[in-house]
């Protein structure tokens, strides 16, 4: 079983930045496939982007592409979630998710299929 932990949320400007991190404990994230995804006010929470236990496949959302960047460090046990070009529409909690996998290069995008997760961080843009 492992533990996830986000942090780095915050109040940012439009067109701002922030790292997301959510570090593991318990497993070596080397043998899950991780993604985030994000609830804004009022709404069902929603897929962002996912990496590969292997780290070398990612996918993201229309809506992200171009602006988030999901990254693995294995040494930290660690997932970020590199967050550039903030939109207000960004404003949401942002939760990491963890599912064990036999598949290195396997992205899952449906949360239905990731088994852990994280309490979440609050990530708010203002205009």
């Known amino acids: 079983q492992v533990q996830l932990v986000e942090s780095g949320g915050g109040l940012v400007q439009a067109g701002g930045s922030l790292r997301l991190s959510c570090a593991a404990s318990g497993r070596t994230l080397s043998m899950y496939a991780m993604g985030w995804f994000r609830q804004p006010p009022g709404q069902e929470r929603e897929f962002v982007a996912a990496?590969?236990?292997?780290?070398?496949?990612?996918y993201y959302a229309d809506s992200v592409k171009g602006r988030f960047t999901i990254s693995l460090d294995n040494a930290k046990n660690t997932v970020y979630l590199q967050l550039t070009t903030l939109k207000p529409e960004d404003t949401a909690v942002y939760y990491c998710?963890?599912?064990?996998?036999?598949?290195?290069?396997?992205?899952?995008?449906?949360?239905?299929?990731?088994?852990?997760w994280g309490q979440g961080t609050q990530v708010t843009v203002s205009s």
């Open positions: 990496i590969s236990a292997s780290g070398e496949s990612t």
């Open positions: 998710a963890a599912d064990p996998t036999v598949f290195s290069g396997v992205v899952l995008r449906q949360q239905r299929q990731y088994d852990y």
